[in-house]
Protein backbone atom coordinates (compact mmCIF):
# COMPACT_ATOMS: atom_id res chain seq x y z
CA UNK A 1 0.00 0.00 0.00
CA UNK A 2 1.36 3.84 -0.39
CA UNK A 3 2.01 6.47 2.27
CA UNK A 4 -0.93 7.41 3.82
CA UNK A 5 -0.50 9.94 5.72
CA UNK A 6 -1.69 10.27 9.73
CA UNK A 7 -5.44 10.69 10.04
CA UNK A 8 -5.45 13.12 12.27
CA UNK A 9 -3.49 15.60 9.67
CA UNK A 10 -5.88 14.65 7.14
CA UNK A 11 -8.96 15.44 8.72
CA UNK A 12 -7.36 19.25 10.28
CA UNK A 13 -6.67 19.59 6.59
CA UNK A 14 -9.90 18.88 5.43
CA UNK A 15 -11.61 20.74 8.59
CA UNK A 16 -9.76 24.09 7.47
CA UNK A 17 -10.21 23.35 4.03
CA UNK A 18 -13.97 23.41 4.56
CA UNK A 19 -14.32 26.16 6.99
CA UNK A 20 -11.32 28.47 5.45
CA UNK A 21 -10.80 28.99 8.66
CA UNK A 22 -8.07 27.26 11.56
CA UNK A 23 -10.09 28.78 14.69
CA UNK A 24 -13.51 27.02 13.49
CA UNK A 25 -11.68 23.97 12.36
CA UNK A 26 -9.83 23.77 16.10
CA UNK A 27 -13.41 24.10 17.72
CA UNK A 28 -14.78 21.56 15.57
CA UNK A 29 -11.80 18.88 16.35
CA UNK A 30 -11.67 20.05 20.29
CA UNK A 31 -8.27 21.71 19.68
CA UNK A 32 -6.63 24.47 19.58
CA UNK A 33 -5.99 26.61 16.39
CA UNK A 34 -2.20 25.93 16.66
CA UNK A 35 -2.59 22.70 17.05
CA UNK A 36 -4.46 22.30 13.88
CA UNK A 37 -2.11 24.59 12.32
CA UNK A 38 0.80 22.30 13.28
CA UNK A 39 -1.03 19.39 11.84
CA UNK A 40 -1.77 20.81 8.81
CA UNK A 41 2.27 22.23 8.68
CA UNK A 42 2.88 18.34 8.97
CA UNK A 43 0.84 17.07 6.44
CA UNK A 44 2.46 19.91 3.97
CA UNK A 45 5.52 18.87 5.24
CA UNK A 46 5.02 15.09 4.15
CA UNK A 47 3.46 15.49 0.71
CA UNK A 48 6.28 18.14 -0.33
CA UNK A 49 3.04 20.20 -1.25
CA UNK A 50 1.66 23.44 -0.39
CA UNK A 51 -1.81 22.91 0.86
CA UNK A 52 -2.69 26.19 1.48
CA UNK A 53 -2.18 30.01 0.57
CA UNK A 54 -1.75 32.07 4.18
CA UNK A 55 -1.84 35.66 4.09
CA UNK A 56 -3.43 38.33 6.90
CA UNK A 57 -6.30 37.99 5.51
CA UNK A 58 -6.54 34.03 6.65
CA UNK A 59 -6.02 31.06 4.69
CA UNK A 60 -6.89 30.12 1.11
CA UNK A 61 -6.77 26.72 -0.82
CA UNK A 62 -4.00 26.46 -3.18
CA UNK A 63 -4.71 24.98 -6.83
CA UNK A 64 -3.17 21.21 -5.27
CA UNK A 65 -5.47 21.89 -2.13
CA UNK A 66 -8.21 22.16 -4.03
CA UNK A 67 -7.41 19.03 -5.39
CA UNK A 68 -6.08 16.94 -2.49
CA UNK A 69 -9.57 18.54 -0.65
CA UNK A 70 -12.16 16.82 -3.60
CA UNK A 71 -10.46 13.74 -2.99
CA UNK A 72 -9.50 13.95 0.84
CA UNK A 73 -13.02 14.53 1.63
CA UNK A 74 -14.69 12.56 -0.35
CA UNK A 75 -12.62 9.28 1.48
CA UNK A 76 -13.35 10.81 5.08
CA UNK A 77 -16.77 11.19 4.05
CA UNK A 78 -16.81 7.92 2.32
CA UNK A 79 -15.47 6.64 5.70
CA UNK A 80 -18.04 8.54 8.40
CA UNK A 81 -21.44 7.50 6.28
CA UNK A 82 -19.76 3.69 6.29
CA UNK A 83 -19.38 4.28 10.40
CA UNK A 84 -22.93 5.11 10.49
CA UNK A 85 -24.49 2.22 8.73
CA UNK A 86 -22.25 0.01 10.96
CA UNK A 87 -23.85 1.60 14.06
CA UNK A 88 -27.07 1.60 12.72
CA UNK A 89 -26.81 -2.16 11.57
CA UNK A 90 -24.97 -2.77 15.16
CA UNK A 91 -27.70 -0.70 16.88
CA UNK A 92 -31.11 -2.58 15.18
CA UNK A 93 -29.33 -6.24 15.44
Known amino acids: MSYLPAVNNLM ?6 RRRSFAPAATELHL ?5 S ?4 RLEL ?3 VRLFERS ?3 VRL ?11 GGALSAI ?7 RQGVSNS
Open 12 to 17: AFEAVA
Open 32 to 36: TASAI
Open 38 to 41: HQVA
Open 46 to 48: QLG
Open 56 to 58: AHG
Open 62 to 72: SAAGENYLVRV
Open 80 to 86: AAATDDL
